[in-house]
């Protein structure tokens, strides 16, 4: 079978055990790559980000899967819309060229071994719908990206106004006070910011979040009481203080 014309290929819990094939690099024309709880091994090679068509990239839940972004030279003709590694051993930093990614609707970096500050250019995703950075080792802002002193939550994420869901919590942002700019991503759904030690009050009111079903703040050291406004939210099923 000639695989270099597959335009789809998805395999879920098939044992692989082995390194991603280099032979996936030549599929000139697959739009969907999904190879989800598959015990990849070995390094994620940079290269599959070329593949002129991609769409989808699903490599989650391949524990045992390394490596890194920072060879990844993304540009603006790149279709990617979905890209999740969640579930393996990626480190390092996100390249600043991730900002090109323009039709990126949905990525999933949790559990990973990421770190160091998200780089600004994030702030371009501007179709993206789900965040997830959970469970990381992602810092703030350095002073040399702005005024923000090191370790403040990053305030870019605010111009992602079609945001649904975002999951920043388990990170190294640092004791900060609860990021008011969340307010402002009227379209969330699910906000995670537990475990990021957040410190001081909870903000006494707060309006736009009239599509949140769920808020976790947990692990945190705000202090005070669960506030008026949280129970005003018509949609909101769960808070886990």
């Known amino acids: 079978m000639n695989l270099t014309q597959q335009e789809n290929l998805m395999l879920y819990q098939v044992n692989i055990s082995l390194s991603l094939p280099n032979s996936l690099l030549n599929l000139s024309s697959v739009a969907t790559i999904s190879l989800v709880e598959t015990r990849l091994l070995g390094d994620l090679p940079y290269q599959i980000f070329q593949l002129p068509k991609l769409q989808n990239l699903d490599l989650g839940y391949n524990y045992n899967m390394t490596g890194n972004l920072l060879k990844v030279k993304w540009g603006c003709n790149s279709s990617l819309e979905k890209l999740v590694l969640s579930g393996t051993l990626m480190s390092g930093k996100l390249p600043d060229s991730i900002g090109y990614l323009r039709f990126l609707n949905y990525l999933d970096l949790r559990g990973n071994q990421f770190s160091v500050p998200l780089p600004e250019s994030l702030g371009n995703l501007t179709r993206i719908t789900l965040l997830d950075f959970s469970g990381n080792g992602f810092t703030g802002r350095s002073p040399s990206q702005g005024n923000n002193r ?13 945001l649904e869901d975002l999951k920043l919590g388990t990170n190294n942002f640092g004791a900060v006070p609860f990021p008011l700019w969340v307010s402002n991503l009227t379209q969330l759904i699910y906000l995670d910011i537990s475990n990021i030690a957040l410190m001081g009050p909870i903000p006494s009111n707060i309006t736009g979040f009239r599509k949140l079903r769920m808020l976790s703040l947990s692990n945190n050291s705000l202090n005070g009481t669960l506030l008026s406004w949280l129970f005003t939210i018509p949609s909101l099923l769960m808070v886990r203080p």
């Open 150 to 162: 090191n370790g403040e939550i990053p305030d870019f994420f605010v111009k992602l106004l079609k």
